[in-house]
């Protein structure tokens, strides 16, 4: 067995192919135990090589070619979000589901094992029935989830019933989600429909991608900025933020999406303001706020803007 057969990989991940066929499928069934997601992030992180060369999940081996991983397939257990105790922000709680605040800058749920510093981590802690809860094990009870930098409410189930009926809430349509977001210049119209492809870390405006709609009324603008209460009505990847970009006002401070950094600002200006939907266990109707993080506040103020209040509002 020679070094560059082995590389980094310990000889209990190195074996040898018996038979012709793309490497996917062998290293697929020599860990019967993985899901295919947990195969495939060993191709889209490189980690698997034949004869010592670095391979695509499509690479056809021959019989008698050295398969050499450097880590095993992680584990669904493995990726379930550990518990760390950290203060939450309780909007709404029974015992079917709870609402909740995510500050900017914290993701929702782990992307990597043993991952802390997430929304989950701190979940689990305080609700241990969430630990398992949805399809994927990451998603500790949580129906949907928000962007790093995106603050503001988020839902997650105590029963797998209630995230079953969670999702297809959200899935059909019949969750009414609001954002309030600053945007550079003044977007063109007042709504876009453009469908939406992945492409990588982010989405692009193509017509082969999936239907997405988002819907924006002014509350406030300046010469710079524009201050927007943006609704989605679907949820796909980076919506909000990719529709505006489309319509020639990103996001501040969203650089993924062609926004300027801002000074100030830490990540973009994007925050999930209201849930509308029927308690899906009790039939009863929710509605859902949450405040503005003091510190977007702030920044909003330094710009010359405001939130609207409900006498300002009643007067539009």
Same mark, same amino acid.
């Given at each position: 067995?020679?070094?560059?057969? =082995?590389? &980094? ?19 697929? !069934? ?14 889209? %992180? ?10 695509? @999940?499509? $690479? ?17 257990? %493995? ?8 203060? =939450? ?7 079917? /589901?709870?609402?909740?605040? @995510? ?7 782990? *992307? @990597?094992?043993?991952?802390?510093? &997430?929304?989950? +981590? ?45 999702? +297809?809430?959200?899935?059909?349509? +019949? ?25 990588? @870390? ?19 603008? &300046?010469?710079?900025?524009? *201050? ?5 009505? &679907? ?25 300027? %950094?801002? %000074? ?14 029927? $308690? ?7 509605? *859902? ?15 010359? /803007? ?8 009643? !007067?539009?």
């Amino acid at each position: 067995m020679s070094d560059s057969d =082995l590389g &980094t990989s310990p000889p209990s991940l190195v074996f040898d192919a018996e038979y012709s066929d793309r490497v996917d499928k062998i290293v697929g !069934e020599h860990y019967p135990e993985a899901s295919r997601k947990r195969l495939a992030q060993l191709f889209a %992180e490189r980690l698997v090589r034949v004869d010592g060369k670095k391979v695509k @999940k499509g $690479h056809m081996v021959q019989p008698g070619q050295r398969i050499a991983l450097d880590r095993a397939p992680i584990s669904d257990d %493995e990726m379930r979000a550990v518990p760390e105790s950290g203060p =939450l922000q309780i909007v709404y709680e029974d015992e079917h /589901l709870v609402a909740l605040v @995510k500050e900017p800058g914290m993701p929702t749920y782990p *992307l @990597k094992a043993a991952e802390t510093g &997430t929304l989950a +981590n701190a979940v689990v802690a305080t609700y241990p029935e969430c630990a398992t809860i949805g399809k994927d094990p990451r998603e500790s009870g949580f129906a949907h989830r928000l962007d790093a930098d995106t603050s503001g409410l988020l839902i997650l189930a105590r029963t797998q019933e209630c995230w079953l009926a969670l999702r +297809n809430a959200f899935a059909s349509g +019949n969750v009414q989600k609001s954002y309030l977001a600053v945007v550079e210049g003044r977007p063109i119209g007042k709504e876009c429909e453009e469908e939406l492809l992945q492409d990588g @870390k982010r989405v692009r405006v193509d017509y082969a991608g999936l239907e997405a709609y988002t819907t924006w009324e002014e509350l406030q603008r &300046t010469d710079e900025y524009t *201050l927007l209460s943006c609704q989605a009505h &679907t949820g796909r990847m980076h919506q909000v933020r990719a529709h505006l970009s489309h319509c020639g006002s990103p996001i501040a401070g969203d650089k993924l999406y062609d926004g300027t %950094e801002q %000074e100030g600002l830490d990540g973009h200006f994007l925050h999930g303001s209201e849930l509308h939907l029927t $308690h899906p266990i009790t039939g009863e109707p929710l509605s *859902l706020s949450a405040q503005l993080p003091e510190e977007r506040a702030k920044w909003l103020a330094t710009k010359g /803007l405001r939130l609207p209040t409900a006498s300002s509002a009643d !007067e539009n």
